[in-house]
């Protein structure tokens, strides 16, 4: 595989550690770790009350952009569980596998494609077992055990480990090895099963989309970097169906608008977004290009963006024996659509808008964290704040404030400890306005709203203060 990045642009951002972003979503109640009362469930994370919110505007920012904003794309939202076919068809049974290789001292499992990219040699996902297997023995003397205090060079040969992960629904048994029926271990195929269904049930037209965000699993060989790489994750993927010969256009089109959305309607730092090239395609592919994030432990998949042929309706159409080939209305012809295919981490875009974004400033008091998301992804758009927790009609003007906005814009309501602290706390998870409600309120009717990333005051009749959030968001 042949690392070719295209740099969008070359300043380099000095972002946050992994340990930090951590750290804040714990503290902030972003991501922890599932179950952790009963010590946690190894790559598997939850989402906490502002985690939650931000992946909730996220996925709504994508469906926006890719289904509601578009006449020429529709939403799915296929079951978790599929006739175990699907899987036999798509070749997932057969193929869907990482190397693994156990250290031969303390049993621990590596992927042996991650060993031997932190030395620099490359061992495509698309390769055969024997080339990767040749490369590790070629290596072994610059390869060791990652395990702390460990450090052996000791590994048993490589061998492919199917990630699909089994479940019992359905099967009475008793035994999981009978039949076994998959989670899906991505959501795309939900949407080439469902292709003819789509097609007769609605108007599309080539070229079309289906896209569908959803949960799918995965038994990684090693779940690391937080919510980079977990066993549980939700993917958002558009599946667009073309003619044959538009394919490589298309593709090239899906390619611009992809990056676009990460910069445009993320906020990422053009910096921090890099094109990978995939060199060694799998036999059916035309073009394989992933979008990197500058993720505090180098540049790491974001998005995959594939030109996919027509491989999988091809097989589709013939394990199931249904026709999925597509008549076009206008001249008759009749073919199978070619697929192109954005397909997106929700968990790796959270991080990498946390990573984007968070940041720490130097105050004349102090220091304060920082969480500069952009205003349509930060999970409270505004804070009420009264400046009195026992003044009766400043408690009640300021629940009034509350009810007025709250059901417009995602708003919490903070009388606990003193206004530096509780701006503090609206800071670090990315609230682009505070509104203070004080005597002067009752008075004059004004409330001061303070902006997240300039600090600057103004004061704003509280009757205006609707208007003034909408166009702050715009
Ligand atoms: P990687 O090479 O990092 O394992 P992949 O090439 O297997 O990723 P795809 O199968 O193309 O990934 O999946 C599409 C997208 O789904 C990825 O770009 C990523 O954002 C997300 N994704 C895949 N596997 C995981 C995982 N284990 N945890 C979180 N997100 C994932």
Redesign the pocket.
């Known amino acids: 595989m042949n690392h070719v990045p295209e740099m969008v642009s070359e300043q380099p951002d000095n972002g946050p550690s992994l340990a930090e972003v951590v750290s804040l979503s714990k503290r902030a109640g972003f991501v922890y770790p599932s179950s952790e009362i009963y010590d946690g469930m190894a ?1 598997v994370y939850d989402y906490g009350p502002r985690g939650v919110e931000l992946a909730n505007n996220i996925k709504a920012t994508w469906w926006n952009e890719i289904v509601r904003k578009r006449q020429d794309t529709v939403g799915l939202d296929a079951a978790i569980v599929m006739n175990p076919k699907v899987w036999e068809a798509s070749g997932h049974v057969a193929n869907f596998a ?1 190397p693994l290789a156990e250290c031969r001292d303390c049993n621990t499992r590596v992927r042996v494609d991650h060993l031997l990219e932190a030395i620099g040699v490359i061992a495509d ?1 698309k390769m055969e077992l024997s080339e990767i297997n040749s490369l590790f023995t070629d290596h072994k003397t610059e390869l060791k055990c990652p395990t702390p205090n460990c450090g052996s060079r000791d590994f048993t040969p490589a061998k492919q480990f199917n990630l699909l992960v089994a479940t019992n629904i359905g099967n009475f048994t008793g035994d999981l090895d009978k039949d076994p029926v998959w989670l899906r271990g ?1 959501t795309c195929q939900g949407i080439y099963v469902d292709y003819k269904n789509v097609m007769n049930s609605s108007r599309v037209q080539t070229p079309f989309g289906i896209a569908q965000i959803g949960k ?1 699993f ?1 038994n ?1 060989i090693t ?1 690391r970097q937080f ?5 549980e ?1 939700e ?1 958002m ?1 558009n599946q667009r169906f073309v003619a044959p010969d538009k394919e490589m256009e298309e593709y090239e089109t899906l390619r611009q608008e992809r990056m676009d959305f990460f910069i445009k309607n993320i906020g990422l730092k053009p910096s921090n977004l890099q094109w990978f090239q995939h060199s060694k395609l799998a036999f059916y592919a035309n073009a394989a290009w ?1 979008i990197e994030y500058r993720y505090p432990f180098g540049f ?5 963006v ?1 030109a996919r042929g027509d491989y999988d309706l091809t097989q589709h159409g013939n394990a199931s024996g249904s026709d999925l080939s597509y008549r076009d209305p206008h001249t008759g012809e009749k073919y199978t659509p070619h697929v192109i295919e954005s ?7 959270v991080l990498a808008v946390l990573c984007d974004s968070l940041k720490t400033e130097q105050l004349e008091n102090g220091e304060r964290t920082l969480l500069q998301l952009k205003p349509s992804l930060a999970p409270i758009k505004v804070a009420v704040l009264p400046l009195a927790k026992n003044k009766s009609d400043i408690v009640e003007r300021s629940q009034r404030i509350f009810s007025a906005i709250s059901g417009e814009f995602a708003t919490e309501y903070d009388d606990n400890t003193n206004l530096g602290k509780r701006y503090r706390r609206q800071d670090e998870i990315g609230t682009p306005m505070c509104v203070t409600v004080d005597y002067d309120t009752l008075e004059d009717g004004t409330v001061t709203v303070r902006d997240r990333d300039t600090m600057k005051q103004v004061r704003i009749a509280d009757s205006q203060l609707e208007q003034f959030v909408r166009d702050a968001l715009k």
């Open positions: 790559g990482d996902d991505e799918a995965r990684e779940a919510i980079f790489r977990t066993r994750f993917q993927e992933d790491s998949e974001l998005e995959g594939h397909s997106c981490g929700v968990g790796r875009t």
